[in-house]
């Protein structure tokens, strides 16, 4: 069955960087859309980033934009969120996600697959 299995959270002060890896199993990963989405207590589910089949393009949320970025490892299954100048606000449970459409990666991950989600801290 699909599987996606989050790593890398923990607690990192303002300013720091933290690496989020998520490794997939049980579908063709090379041909399937994965992105990262966050929830914060009292918020709604909201993406982050996404990246398509090779690595080619990705899509950054804009409150990321030049702090975060996507990548992906297809030899191992593996999608990357690196996350440099962390915010207070960026402190949330962070998802990876997986979806055959573009569109769905990038905004609701509707009839996507979901991990279990890794937490973020940021202490100001």
């Known amino acids: 069955q699909v599987q996606l299995v989050e790593s890398g959270g923990g607690l990192v002060q303002a300013g720091g960087s933290l690496r989020l890896s998520c490794a997939a199993s049980?579908?063709?990963?090379?041909?399937?859309?994965m992105g990262w989405f966050r929830q914060a207590p009292g918020k709604e589910r909201e993406p982050v980033a996404a990246?398509?089949?090779?690595?080619?393009?990705?899509y950054p949320a804009d409150s990321v934009k030049g702090r975060f970025t996507i990548s992906r490892d297809n030899a191992k299954n593996t999608v990357y969120l690196q996350m440099n100048s962390l915010k207070p606000e960026d402190a949330a449970a962070y998802y990876c996600?997986?979806?055959?459409?573009?569109?769905?990666?990038?905004?609701?991950?509707?009839?996507?697959?979901w991990g279990q989600g890794t937490q973020v801290t940021v202490s100001s």
């Open positions: 990246i398509s089949w090779y690595g080619d393009t990705t």
């Open positions: 996600a997986a979806n055959t459409l573009w569109s769905r990666i990038k905004t609701t991950n509707n009839g996507g697959y």
């Open positions: 049980g579908f063709r990963f090379s041909s399937t859309y």
